[in-house]
């Protein structure tokens, strides 16, 4: 059974980083994609990265490219997104999940990680200004 736990969220002053982990157990990174998701209140949900373990590629929504990064620990099966410069608009809920690579694209931005599935609980990211 694959199972994704979130952490590393909290609050935090704007141009200020942080580091959220995207712990997985039950999968093979090779085999699938993983993707970071956010939500605010009162919006819908947007995909923010994805991470391809078939080939390493990574990609970013518009709001976070250039202040994001995706670094993944093989040994502890974790895949990390690392926000620099954090803006009271990154204020959200964010989660991780899993889908085949192929869903793992700039497609991605569009549908909104509807195919992506095992969703963890989130981990709260809140940017005060």
């Known amino acids: 059974e694959v199972q994704l736990v979130e952490s590393g969220g909290g609050l935090v002053q704007a141009g200020g980083s942080l580091r959220l982990s995207c712990a997985t157990s039950?999968?093979?990174?090779?085999?699938?994609?993983i993707g970071w998701f956010r939500q605010a209140p009162g919006k819908e949900r947007e995909a923010v990265s994805c991470?391809?373990?078939?080939?390493?590629?990574?990609y970013f929504a518009d709001s976070v490219k250039g202040r994001a990064t995706i670094p993944t620990d093989n040994v502890k099966n974790t895949v990390y997104l690392l926000i620099h410069n954090l803006k009271p608009e990154d204020t959200a809920l964010y989660t991780c999940?899993?889908?085949?690579?192929?869903?793992?694209?700039?497609?991605?931005?569009?549908?909104?990680?509807?195919?992506?599935?095992?969703w963890g609980q989130g981990t709260q990211v809140t940017v005060s200004s």
């Open positions: 039950g999968l093979t990174f090779d085999d699938y994609a």
């Open positions: 991470f391809r373990g078939s080939d390493g590629r990574s």
């Open positions: 999940a899993v889908a085949v690579p192929a869903q793992c694209s700039d497609v991605l931005f569009t549908t909104g990680g509807t195919d992506f599935n095992s």
